[in-house]
């Protein structure tokens, strides 16, 4: 298209010399008229020669556009129509030179131009030339398109290509450093390198042996596994020295004494149940449920082991198996039934829901007990099993009634204080459940889990200084606190206060290195 409408090397351009070949083509169309004019009068080729002479003016005067625009174009052609075919053009060409000739032009001159006139049919047309401005427009779009379709692939694989390039030579270049990185770790290390990535993979597999062996310690459903050494194995009365280190808040000790009983007598339920009651004092309730497993195995009818197993079920989410135990408890304590043994303990499935068709007969069955009792003659054993019944189904207010009932006749019992406070504390009663601790810690001043809870509730108030000096104060009581989970809640504590920045790095070494001294030292500094 644009070789059509561009003139090139100062000509005209195409489309203007094409309608004055035809011009000059259909001028010299030789009819049987023309021909005996022709013959008769030779002289008239002077009118070919005056329309060559009027259509080369016409075209020297037509500028070529510099651009395809169809308007311009337009105003290019002649005014007698702009949708008329080649044919008309001419016939306004002929009109025009008729008038042009003088008024004594010969009569053959006339009857030639309505001879050639009458000739030309509206109709009669070249169909290269014969286009609308609406046709030129449709073939110049379709150009165009199929310009574009071809020439968009062409820059996509370019660009693809040059992509590819870039791509590749980056990878080398990557390569190539890793490869001279490698070199200088070779050269500055040596051996040590390779030795160095070995014993990373021993201390990985150490840990992974470690934490294998932690996970199956916090399955209750395993046999209890005694720690590999015991310093105490062999020595008398190890069943009072172990209550003797309990009462003076040695918790880890107590627990030595108690293994070393149980290994010298394997068969004594009660040694069992009190190793099992100091494990959880010591929050480490799965390997309390094993010790607990075990006196019952002994002694089906061990009240304080039937409750103290049902709380440890408990703070492990095992509520279900916490209820069976309950239900153990008072029918051996309403005397309706009297287990032979122990049940198998069901699959190790924590987190399970509470059935509430079993809680509710085993509910019935505990409100049947209390009912029997006289309000002057209350039984703070069944009232305690009632509270946990209800921690158990998160009826906290039923739970800190039927508990402030046993306190109400035993007063002076810490644990019931302590179990009192951790309800209160569940049922978002902080202050109060703070209270309940100090009265705890009044009666036994070395209760670890007591100590322990006041700081978790100082972390609810989000008073983390004072979290963090009752923590200490329990790590301190015990006396042999390296193992103390009390320290992994120690750290929540301590990231959470408001201290000085400078002090942050002694005081996470301190914390770090599980040194009671010297993390109380640092924490000292802390205003």
Known sequence: MKGIVEGQCGQSNSLVGLS??????????????????????????????FADEYLRGLSTQTAAPSTFNMRSLAHNLPQQ?????????????????????????????????????STQSPQSSL?????????????????????????????????????????????????????????????????????????????????????????????????????????????????????????????????????AAVQQNPQDANAWCQLGLSLAENEQDAKAISALRKALEIDPHH???????????????????????????????????????????????????????????????FLDAARKQSPQNVDATLQNALGILYNISRNYERAIDSLNTALAAKPDDARLWNRLGATLA???????????????????????????????????????????EHFLSALQIQKSPANSPIWSTMRSAVVRMSYNSDDLPNLLAALDSRDVNRFAQELSKIR
């Open 127 to 259: 169909s290269s030339v014969s286009t609308t401005q609406h046709e030129l427009e449709s073939i110049w779009n379709q150009s165009q398109q199929r310009a574009q379709a071809q020439m968009w692939p062409s820059e996509y694989l370019d660009s693809f290509d040059t992509g590819i390039s870039s791509a590749q030579a980056l990878g080398n270049e990557w390569a190539n450093q890793f490869e001279e990185t490698q070199k200088d770790m070779n050269g500055i290390f040596g051996n040590s390198y390779e030795e160095m990535m070995k014993d990373y993979q021993t201390e990985w597999d150490q840990i992974g042996e470690m934490m294998g062996d932690e996970m199956l310690q916090m399955n209750p459903n395993v046999d209890y596994i005694f720690q590999s050494s015991n310093p105490f194995i062999g020595e008398d009365n190890l069943t009072t020295k172990g209550a003797e280190m309990l009462r003076n808040g040695n918790i880890a000790e107590a627990i030595q004494y108690y293994e």
């Open 303 to 365: 009240q304080e082991a039937l409750i103290a197993i049902s709380v440890s079920l408990a703070n492990e989410s095992m509520e279900n198996e916490a209820l069976v135990q309950l239900e153990k408890w008072i029918q051996n304590y309403t005397n309706k039934s009297t287990p032979s043994s122990t049940v198998s303990p069901a699959p190790f499935t924590k987190y399970s829901s509470l059935d509430p068709n079993k809680f509710r007969e085993v509910e019935g069955m």
């Open 426 to 468: 569940n049922n978002d009663r902080t202050p109060e459940a703070i209270e309940a601790y100090r009265q705890a810690l009044t009666l036994f001043p070395t209760f670890v889990r007591a100590r322990y809870n006041l700081g978790i509730s100082c972390m609810h108030l989000k008073s983390y200084k004072d979290a963090a």
């Open 20 to 49: 004055k070949n035809f011009a000059q083509n259909n001028a010299r169309l030789n009819t049987g008229v023309d021909g005996q004019i022709r013959g008769v009068m030779p002289g008239l080729a002077r009118g070919d020669q």
């Open 81 to 117: 129509g702009r949708s008329s075919s080649a044919s008309d053009l001419s016939r306004a060409w002929a009109n025009d030179y008729s008038r042009r000739q003088p008024i004594m032009a010969s009569p053959l001159a006339t009857q030639w131009t309505q001879q050639y006139v």
